[in-house]
Nanobody, 127 residues
Framework: QLQLVESGGGLVQPGGSLRLSCAAS????????IGWFRQAPGKEREGVSC????????TYADSVKGRFTISRDNAKNTVYLQMNSLKPEDTAVYYC????????????????????WGQGTQVTVSS
């Protein structure tokens, strides 16, 4: 069974850091591009960052550029989202998603481009 499991969320003060992990089971991530998304209460799900196969293409939402870093460790079948200088407006449920691609050059910030989704992990930034 193909699964994505996020971990690493929690409560952090403004200015703090968290590292989210997205671990895959039942398949290897080598053939997949990965996206991180977030959804705050009452808001639509938005793309945060994505990474292509082999990490050739990486994108970030403007709101997180310079603060978040996405990376992947195919040997560990895991993708990470390092989040620094967190702000209250980063509070949301964070999801990772994956889809398969032949190309090593694509990833997307649109949820409808992804087939597999994790269950989400809550990130709360508050003093």
């Amino acid at each position: 069974q193909l699964q994505l499991v996020e971990s690493g969320g929690g409560l952090v003060q403004p200015g703090g850091s968290l590292r989210l992990s997205c671990a895959a089971s039942g398949f290897t991530l080598d053939d997949y591009y990965i996206g991180w998304f977030r959804q705050a209460p009452g808001k639509e799900r938005e793309g945060v960052s994505c990474i292509s196969r082999s990490a050739i293409r990486i994108t970030y939402a403007d709101s997180v550029k310079g603060r978040f870093t996405i990376s992947r460790d195919n040997a560990k079948n895991t993708v990470y989202l390092q989040m620094n200088s967190l702000k209250p407006e980063d509070t949301a449920v964070y999801y990772c998603a994956a889809d398969r691609s032949v190309s090593h050059f694509v990833c997307y910030d649109r949820p409808n481009e992804y087939y597999y989704w994790g269950q989400g992990t809550q990130v709360t930034v508050s003093s």
